[in-house]
């Protein structure tokens, strides 16, 4: 997610994906046309080519150049859709955690049934709105920018089986019969839901949970931790997202993996307790690093630069005297005549602008006498209300307030970047959100350690209980200031501070992560609050924790 959809449009559009994204659009659309035109039957009149009389020549049928063509501008319109609203996004269930034992359940995909049952109302009115947009505008948009093209590149492969003229040139009027337009409008439908029917299916069977027969998916590994750990460590999005989910899964749910987790402590790279940890904690503490380079920007590219400075290479000594400084042309000869004189002026004032500073104003290098006269000619040509309109202020002023209409109405509504947008930037990562992966990584990371007061038998959780804590409270806390302390942005015109508190400024996805933290630092205390002392935790940070976590008041 990005600040503003503009800017995820600058980001992406010109990207591999969204150009790949474009191609299986057109390629989709032109072998649904095929397959269209090669099985309608005889009778529908969408041949190639036009038979007439036996005396006439053949000519091209412009009939299914514009079925064609349809199909074309609804693949541009569903890209153009699959692109705004993301339809590659795979939505992972979370919950807000509403009572003490709820962290215990895991998030629960839907069904993909009951998924499909409830999009499949709302895709047939899409489909339905850009059918009867594309039969009324099709018509306009073929003749105007598509027709002389689509002939063009027809007729050339036409002529490679037919031989057809040359010189062949369309009708003056397009084939608008009413029956192709109505072809267009059905086949157009069918097009339409079979893109968005399998869109759905996808999505709706991918989101399922990664289980296998109710087991976690990589129990059927031949090393079950090692390729959790690689899940963890993936590159790929979606790789990361279900395997912290599956690690979610077994912090609640699975008895022997927890085991197996805590008495793997011979594997290379560390026990896995730890390269669990690191992996969960390198989610939450993202958190922290990305509010400190967006609140100290020049420090980071500061350190950067530290780091990439070369050394300085000590030169060779001067062996010559250095350049000389004063003028090395003489000074031109004084004028002799009028025309010299009006040469000389006109150098001199080109001159003059030329080397003269960009911030410069050319009033300043006017003299006293010309400025009179600007300001007497000003005086009889306009009016004092006139002046005051074309005057910077003024011009400044209407500029604005016409710019903040434009950001009110909906053109306006790709340039705002939100108050929620740049938060969710921040706190959950750009350009993917890391809202659900953060989400498992504090609960799996709760829910490890409670359970390894009664499973863990090597005593390899203990000493990390504090860092857990520290970096549980310290990412509250910077969430909290951040989101405090932002200042809106001048686009954001619907921008409402005027509720005050933490209401007023309250993001619904960074609500979730707060209150896993929470409830990650309730569980932690309770569990281990009488064992602080000899873990590590002072008692400062105790009480700390105990403000955050709700237990005492602040």
Known sequence: MTASPFETFRQFFFRFNTVQTWAWYFFSAWWFGEVYIWSASYRANLHWVAEGKSYERLRLNERPIYLRSVFCMLAIVQSFLHIYYDYDEVILPTQK???????????RAISP??????????LWQGAVARTCATSLLGPVFYAVFIRRTAWTWTLYFARLVWDVPRASEPARIPPYHI????????SGFLLITLWELSNAVFTSYVSQEPLKGGNPLTDDSGDPNGSLLNGLKAKKELSKKFAFWELRYISSLSLIRRKSIFSDIDRAGGPMWTQVMIACLGMIQGISGRIAEFQNPQLIASLSAQQQQQPTVQGLPRMSAPLRQEPVVTNPLPPKNRRERIESNIGTVAKSYGQSSPSRE???????????????????????????????ASLTSTFNDYLMQFLRSQLG???????RRRVCAVVLGTPYSDLVPIIHAVESLTLLAVSS?????????????????????????SIESFVQGLPPHWTDVDFDD???????????????????????????????????LDLGLGQGELRVARQVAGLVDR
């Open 179 to 186: 029956s192709l337009i109505l072809r267009s409008a059905t």
């Open 113 to 122: 049934l009951m998924q499909l049952r409830k999009t499949i109302p709302s």
């Open 453 to 477: 007061l009664e499973e863990d038998s090597y005593g390899t959780v203990n000493k990390d209980i504090p860092l857990l804590i520290r970096t549980f409270v310290s990412t509250m806390n």
């Open 97 to 107: 955690i509403r009572n003490p034992t709820s962290i215990k359940d895991p998030h």
């Open 498 to 532: 005027s509720v005050g508190g933490a209401a007023g400024r309250s993001v619904d996805e960074v609500g979730l992560i707060m209150d896993s933290l929470k409830e990650g630092v309730r569980r932690l205390v309770e569990t281990f609050g009488e064992y602080a």
């Open 362 to 392: 050319p009033m300043l290098s006017l003299s006293p006498r010309a400025k009179r006269y600007l300001g007497t000619a000003r005086d009889k040509l306009l009016t004092q209300d006139q002046q005051k309109i074309i005057s910077p």
């Open 413 to 419: 509504v790709p340039f705002r970047q939100t108050f």
